[in-house]
């Protein structure tokens, strides 16, 4: 079964750190760009960022120089990771992780069920 779950969400002070996990199975994810995205109550699900196969990472303006994407391809593991710093109360949201088709940071058809992460002043 073709599945990504993520992991790692729960409650933290502002200023403080979390780190989300995902792992893909099921299926060879070689070349595939993964990302983060979240969706906060009332909202738009909104792109957090992405990596690719090769590592090259992308943020949104708003997580920027506080959030830290990475992968391990070594043995099979598929996982990605969503390292976020500094975190401010508007950080509150469900995150999702996703799986392109291919190499191109777009276009996501497999998605995770989501971890929440909330962040209080």
């Known amino acids: 079964q073709v599945q990504l779950v993520e992991s790692g969400g729960g409650s933290v002070q502002a200023g403080g750190s979390l780190r989300l996990s995902c792992v893909a199975s099921?299926?060879?994810?070689?070349?595939?760009?993964m990302g983060w995205f979240r969706q906060a109550p009332g909202k738009e699900r909104a792109f957090v960022g992405g990596?690719?196969?090769?590592?090259?990472?992308?943020?949104a303006n708003s997580v920027k120089g506080r959030f830290t994407i990475s992968r391990d391809n070594a043995n099979a593991k598929n996982t990605i990771y969503l390292q976020m710093d500094s975190l401010k109360p508007e950080d509150t949201a469900i995150y999702y992780c996703?799986?392109?088709?291919?190499?191109?940071?777009?276009?996501?058809?497999?998605w995770g069920q989501g971890t929440q992460v909330t962040v209080s002043s």
């Open positions: 996703a799986a392109s088709p291919d190499h191109r940071m777009r276009d996501f058809d497999l």
């Open positions: 099921g299926r060879s994810f070689s070349n595939r760009a």
């Open positions: 990596i690719t196969w090769g590592g090259t990472t992308y943020y």
